[in-house]
T-cell receptor, first 119, second 110 residues
Framework: AQSVTQLDSQVPVFEEAPVELRCNYS??????LFWYVQYPNQGLQLLLK??????LVKGINGFEAEFNKSQTSFHLRKPSVHISDTAEYFC?????????????????FGQGTILTVHP | DVKVTQSSRYLVKRTGEKVFLECVQD?????MFWYRQDPGLGLRLIYF???????EKGDIPEGYSVSREKKERFSLILESASTNQTSMYLC?????????FGPGTRLTVT
């Protein structure tokens, strides 16, 4: 079974500072990885995804993540954060599961990291 | 753009009531999911559906049931709400790997 560990439950930073949110996963098969963001009282929005190809993935709002197969990590980074980046961030790994004779992508989520950007 | 909508943003129900949470997607996706989100636990899968009238249990199905009579609509049912079902409920849909989420329903059971 797949699992995802987000190493920090809360990350406080000052505006314009760089930030890294850490994510480690376990998977025995091909890996598909996602970062989602949840702003207060909203649903989850996809930030970026790794399906194949380049290990450096760029997403929305200036975020990027690097897939490291040897370290089984998919850390999220931003070189300079804004107050508006304050949100909860979820790392997720997709596994192929079967139901009713068809395959679908089942997501396993980490526990979430609350990023708070201070002025 | 994919749009997933949920019938209510906030809901307050009494213990023992039957509760319906509705989810609608407009992208003809095969798969739909119901999650609950609790602080420190991330998102946990309650049920999912891979076709009309087809469903599978997720990781925490106890106390819940689902209905999918039309492809675009997936309902979560709490037969007899309990206080430990107070939570944020998120619906999602997908064609394959990437899931698209609705805005969530914050349910309080008193």
């Amino acid at each position: 079974a797949q699992s995802v560990t987000q190493l920090d439950s809360q990350v406080p930073v000052f505006e314009e500072a760089p930030v890294e949110l850490r994510c480690n996963y376990s998977s025995s098969v091909s890996v598909y990885l996602f970062w989602y963001v949840q702003y207060p009282n909203q649903g989850l929005q996809l930030l970026l995804k790794y399906l194949s190809g380049s290990t450096l993935v760029k997403g929305i709002n200036g975020f990027e993540a690097e897939f490291n197969k040897s370290q089984t990590s998919f850390h999220l980074r931003k070189p300079s954060v804004h107050i508006s980046d304050t949100a909860e961030y979820f790392c997720a790994v997709s596994d192929l599961a079967n139901a009713g004779g068809t395959s679908y992508g089942k997501l396993t989520f980490g526990q979430g990291t609350i990023l708070t950007v201070h002025p | 753009d994919v749009k997933v909508t949920q019938s209510s943003r906030y809901l307050v129900k009494r213990t023992g009531e039957k509760v319906f949470l509705e989810c609608v997607q407009d992208m003809d996706h095969e798969n739909m999911f119901w999650y609950r989100q609790d602080p420190g636990l991330g998102l946990r899968l309650i049920y999912f559906s891979y076709d009309v009238k087809m469903k599978e249990k997720g990781d925490i199905p106890e106390g819940y049931s689902v209905s999918r009579e039309k492809k675009e609509r997936f309902s979560l049912i709490l037969e007899s709400a309990s206080t430990n079902q107070t939570s944020m409920y998120l619906c999602a849909s997908s064609m394959f790997r990437e899931q698209y989420f609705g805005p969530g329903t914050r349910l309080t059971v008193t």
